[in-house]
């Protein structure tokens, strides 16, 4: 029954004229329609030459999406009812063999977005003239969304061999604090394009991920992109695509999405290449989230594969993670608008609104199914958020804690990875104690805290959860340093380790052994995997790897390594407090716990870096790091000598007085230590700082 | 000295106390014009007759008795100058006599003096200071300056003892023209030196040489000018310290009785500014310019010129009145381009491009401008910031009582209290109302009880040199508690 309900049209109204969705109000009734095989359905691509050349921006631009109605105004008749008959029928079903689900993992700038769009816009999904609205809407909802904006999905209808097959392009986040999320896309995939820069060649980002989606079985195809450039060379970024990743390279499509060259060679190989999802509509529902996102109207929207089963609309649905239940409010396709329909089957890729409250209760990766029919297991593969890295974040002006407060769990609401529980020191005043997945979460948070909440901030530099035992015999969890119990009653610290494996063409292993053995870690292992690429592993302390260290690995081996890490245990490791004194004052927030034979170089780059980074003030300030109270590293700075003395000229003092404001307000951003100003800057500069100088 | 012919100058400003205490203009200046009498070049140290208590108006409010008068003919544009100017080329200074882009600037200058309304109708102050600054205001021939003070004097109406100063470039000007100028009433002159030594002044691109310097030096002492600055630019490109001593030395020998010692500030969009980096080779480190400046204030000191302002130095009375109602927030006109006015409380620039200011001038005939409108909302902590960055550049200093009734002692005493570190390091100086400087010791009592703190200082200053070289730093924490 529910295959043959999938040849059928879905009940609800299809998107008419201007409003792609609008939701009951003007319906064409569809239902006496016979199979979607109409042949206004179709048109050739050559008919939309003529669209494919007026489009040439060049701009990143990708596709989210958008809770709002797009209008479509289209001066061209014939174009307008290309749209409005393409809007109409991609929400027709077909049968499962005819679905074919795909990622494009890029790096960034190879064209991925690019080619989302030329696909988008062949298969008649969007106009080239709603492109731009929709670049802009979309702009504007990454801003406000941040990083949750990182996963896009569009259903797209596409004709072969004189059948139509429903495509679902979904997309993926490219860093490696994200990986997860990344996996979680590519298993609602049966294939990816992996999209590579014809001039370029292989990089590290498209390496993780191609690896991810060959973990999940998928089919992948290599597309060169960019062929049309001058300095393409086609022929040797085969050969690469072919020795780094082993990668069969003899049907790679030549492309190149901003002329337009091979989208239909691509759309072909989509079709023949990529198999279709499993037909297990009669199952239980089994639904697994890529990603979710809160919209402050509806709640949050999920974004969802539909691996078996069905859902249709109203459906008492569960999440089996989170263990909560909701009633689907709305189900509906993403092409790239919400687009509501009333029922989803196996294979197809969707989203569903059911007021639910925050993200935590709808995790990516969690499985959906139906209340009243579970299914007997979850899908694999789900994690929950562990977050690795901490830091504290302290309000400059002590009246904005209840604001922090208030924005850091607006943020949660769309973001679970986040963790937090308030946090007081003798320095900083209130605050609270953060958990990120990496520094690059942790970053976006900051900033999004800054500029959407406008809070001015001192972050911590970060640190892990260190198991201390103490001589009492108690085990104290601590990710601060000013936590740290005092050095008389500590016994042992123990620090988490974590495995790490790199992926690296050969010329790079000696400079990736060189970081590692920085970083104190610990050399497991070498294999080549193939004549000019190898696998390293390591272990290491998760401590040593929370900075810098996958920017490190990227510049040392030109961009060229990956890597990934996974926790192991804790270990216990001779590690110390490190403390910072500027004028004779303790700065708290600087404190960081080191490894004891760290402590003199980390010394030294602290107070350095803080040399340059505090602004000179009226008298000589010395800057000092100590363990407990031995000074191992000690610099001066000068005072300042003279200011711009300008004169008023003619009496305008407006430039005069504009400066003196900026340079008010720039106070403003200091936090006093004693008697010396010291810029937020320096808070956060110091933590990247004080790894890359190790 | 600057007691007994500044003190009496300062205002105080009433935002929202009504005291019993406001200076406004003594109904006997109001004297009437005296245009067919010209008045003669002499000593503008006396007695000042602006200062006589009645009630009602803040000082702010009163009608402006200073006029900046805008000419900005230069030959050519120095390399470190981004003021509204209009470079003339090469053109002599006897072809200037007839140049038509003169001539029609001052038409438009004296058009847009007609068309300013005066702030009082009926009872308008004549002006006690006029400045022709520029440019090169020496440039212009005199019969043209005689019309700009003519209308202003018809205007406006002028003081006979007003001070009518003139910026004037060596080289610019000959014994015959300045002597036609004092004739029309320019009573103090203002000459651009810059530098005693030739190599300096090339890389400037003034246009003149060190010879031209002393012939001005001698033409203004054979005019029998006795008010007159020399001014002086410090911290140029490849300057070293014998340069500075010697130029200090030539400066203090010229016996003018008034110096002005500018650092140089250099600019976005000047040739210096796409050349150097402050700081940096050639430009003398900010160790080298902060000497410098000590150098200065130590070498004029012993010479007896008091160090009255950041970058002024004068002889006992001879303080340039004109610039002094900045100092002391006092309103007064602007004319010309792109110059500022203060008036009623608003600070009005006018356009800095030749073609906008004509514009300007017509929008203003035609009534559409209005630069002097009373606004009723003067926003307290813009005036605060105003007057704390004025007064602390002058050696008076702050005014802490009228400061007080003015803004209230919140702020006041929080302003002690973030200056008391500064104090410690003799950046800043807190005076009792005899001007006695507060000890240490005493201040670390007062700083305890806010009300002896109110009652005990007369007077926040910056020291000399160390404060004042600091002044940005310092009046930045003033404005930051003023603007928390």
Not at chain 1, 270 to 289: E, H, K, M, N, W
Not at chain 2, 221 to 227: A, D, E, K, Y
Request: glycine share 6%; with cysteine.
């Amino acid at each position: 029954m529910a295959t043959n309900l999938k040849l059928f049209l879905s009940s609800q109204p299809p998107p008419h004229g201007n409003h792609h969705r609008c939701a009951g109000a003007t319906i064409l009734n569809h239902h006496h329609l016979p199979i979607p095989l109409s042949n206004r359905t179709f048109y050739s691509l050559q008919a939309f030459g003529s669209s494919t050349n007026n489009y040439s921006r060049s701009r990143r631009r990708r596709f989210r999406v958008c809770s709002k109605a797009i209008d479509v105004q289209s001066k061209d008749a014939s174009d307008l009812e290309a749209t409005a008959l393409a809007g109409r029928d991609r929400l027709l079903k077909v049968p499962t063999d005819k679905i074919r689900n795909f990622s494009i993992i890029a790096h960034i700038d190879h064209g991925k977005s690019t080619l989302a769009d030329k696909l988008l816009q062949v298969t008649g999904t969007v106009q080239s003239r709603d492109m731009k609205e929709q670049f802009l809407d979309n702009m504007d909802l990454e801003r406000e969304r941040g990083i949750t904006i990182k996963l896009q999905a569009a259903r797209m209808r596409f004709a072969y061999e004189g059948e139509p097959y429903c495509l679902n392009l979904i997309d993926t986040p490219g860093h490696v604090d994200f990986s997860y999320e990344v996996s979680r896309s590519l298993a609602a995939c049966e294939g990816a394009l992996l999209v590579v820069d014809a001039s370029q060649g292989v990089e590290a980002q498209t390496l993780a991920n191609v690896y991810l989606a060959l973990e999940n079985n998928l089919e992948v195809i290599p597309v060169l992109n960019k062929i049309d450039l001058p300095g393409a060379e086609p022929n040797r970024v085969v050969q690469e695509i072919e020795e780094i990743i082993g990668l069969d390279c003899s049907n790679a499509i030549y492309c190149s999405a901003k002329e337009g060259i091979g989208i239909n060679e691509i759309l072909n190989a989509i079709v023949q290449r990529i198999p279709p999802p499993s037909d297990s509509a009669g199952r239980p529902l089994r639904a697994l989230i890529f990603d979710s996102y809160y919209d402050a109207y509806r709640g949050v929207i999920v974004y969802f594969r539909v691996i078996d089963g069905s859902v249709k609309k109203g459906d008492r649905i569960l999440f089996m993670a989170s263990g909560k239940d909701y009633f689907a409010d709305e189900i509906g396709v993403l092409s790239p608008n919400q687009q509501q329909v009333d029922e989803l089957y196996a294979g197809e890729v969707g989203y569903i609104s059911a007021s639910i409250r925050s993200v935590a209760d709808a995790r990516v990766g969690d499985t959906i199914t139906n209340y009243s029919r579970k299914a007997e297991q979850s899908l694999p593969g789900y994690k929950e958020a562990t977050p690795m890295v901490f830091c504290g974040l302290f309000p400059i002006d002590a009246d904005q804690f209840p604001d922090l407060r208030d924005a850091l769990e607006k943020l949660q609401l769309n973001d679970a990875a986040l963790k937090f529980e308030p946090e007081t020191s003798s320095a900083m005043g209130f605050g609270f104690r953060c958990g990120f997945l990496g520094l690059l979460h942790m970053e976006i948070v900051q900033e999004r805290l800054e500029r959407e909440y406008n809070l001015s901030l001192i972050t911590t530099a970060p640190s892990v959860v260190y198991r201390v035992h103490c001589v009492n015999g108690e085990t104290v969890e601590c990710s601060n340093p000013s936590a740290l119990p005092e050095q008389g009653k500590r016994k042992s610290i123990e620090e988490p380790m974590v495995k790490i494996e790199m992926l690296t063409p050969k010329d790079y292993i000696g400079s990736l052994m060189e970081l590692s053995q920085d970083r104190r870690g610990e050399f497991k292992g070498m294999k080549f995997i193939t004549e000019n690429r190898a696998a390293l592993t390591y272990e290491m302390p998760l401590a040593e790897m929370v900075g810098d260290f996958f920017d490190q690995l990227k510049s040392r081996s030109k961009g060229y390594a990956s890597m990934e890490y996974s926790f192991i245990e804790y270990k216990e490791s001779d590690l110390i407090k490190l403390d910072v004194l500027i004028n004779g004052d303790g700065v708290e927030p600087l404190s960081t716990i080191v490894h004891k034979d760290k402590a003199y170089s980390v010394g030294r780059a602290l107070t350095q870096k803080l040399k340059e980074l505090i602004p000179r003030q009226m008298f000589k300030v010395p800057i000092q790091a100590c363990i407990g109270t031995k000074v191992i590293a000690s610099e001066s700075l000068s005072a300042i000598r003279k200011d711009v003395l300008a004169k008023c000229y003619g009496g305008d003092i407006s430039r005069k007085k504009k400066l003196l404001k900026k340079q008010a307000a720039g106070k403003k951003r200091m936090k006093a230590i004693g008697k010396v100003d010291v810029p937020q800057e320096a808070f956060m500069a110091v933590l990247k700082l004080e790894k890359e100088v190790l | 000295m600057l007691k007994s012919t500044v003190a009496p100058m300062l205002l105080t400003l009433h935002t929202k106390t009504k005291s019993n205490n406001f200076l406004t203009l003594k109904a006997a200046t109001f004297c009437s014009t005296f245009p067919q009498n010209p008045p003669t070049v002499r000593r503008n140290a006396s007695t000042n007759t602006l200062t006589i208590e009645t009630l009602e108006t803040p000082s702010y409010k009163l009608p402006p008795a200073s006029a900046y008068v805008h000419l900005p003919f230069c030959r050519k544009r120095c390399h470190y100058c981004d003021f509204p100017i209009v470079a003339l080329g090469s053109t002599s200074t006897e072809t200037a006599d007839d140049d038509p882009r003169i001539s029609n600037y001052i038409h438009l200058l004296i058009r847009e003096i007609e068309a300013t309304q005066k702030t009082q109708i009926d009872q308008h102050p004549p002006l006690e200071t006029v400045f022709f600054g520029g440019g090169t205001p020496s440039l212009v021939p005199p019969k043209l300056v005689a019309k700009v003070l003519e209308t202003l004097r018809s205007k406006f109406g002028l003081s006979l003892d007003a001070e009518i100063s003139m910026e004037m470039d060596p080289g610019t000007f000959d014994d015959k023209k300045l002597r036609d100028l004092i004739g029309l009433g320019v009573n103090r002159v203002s000459l651009g030196v810059q530098a005693f030594q030739e190599e300096l002044l090339k890389v400037c691109g003034r246009a003149h040489g060190v010879q031209e310097v002393h012939e001005a030096i001698e033409i203004i002492g054979s005019c029998g000018v006795r008010n007159w600055s020399l001014d002086l630019i410090s911290s140029l490109p490849n300057q070293t310290q014998e340069m500075w001593e010697e130029t200090l030395r030539l400066t203090i020998e010229a016996q003018p009785n008034h110096v002005s010692v500018y650092d140089l500030q250099v600019e976005k969009d000047t040739k210096f500014g796409s050349l150097y980096t402050p700081g940096e080779f050639p430009l003398p480190s900010d160790t080298q310019s902060a000497k410098f400046y000590r150098m200065a204030s130590r070498k004029l000191g012993e010479a007896n010129y008091n160090h009255y302002e950041v970058s002024s130095y004068s002889k006992s009375g001879f303080e340039c009145k004109h610039n002094y109602t900045y100092w002391i927030n006092k309103p007064f006109y602007a004319f010309g381009l792109g110059s500022a006015s203060y008036i009623n409380g608003t600070r009005y620039s006018r356009p800095k491009k030749l073609k906008d200011y004509t514009n300007y001038v017509k929008n203003l005939e035609d009534g559409l401008i209005d630069c002097s409108q009373v606004d009723d909302e003067v926003n307290e902590g813009e005036m605060a910031m105003d007057i704390v960055m004025l007064s602390l550049r002058t050696s008076k200093g702050l005014e802490f009582k009228s400061f007080i009734e003015d803004f209230g002692s919140e702020i006041a005493v929080e302003l002690c209290k973030v200056y008391e570190p500064y104090m410690k390091s003799g950046h800043v100086l807190f005076l009792d109302d005899q001007r006695r400087e507060i000890t240490e010791d005493e201040f670390s009592t007062l700083v305890l009880d806010d009300e002896k703190l109110e009652n005990e200082i007369g007077f926040i200053r910056l020291s000399d040199p160390d404060g004042f070289l600091l002044s940005n730093e310092l009046i930045s924490l003033a404005f930051g508690v003023i603007d928390p």
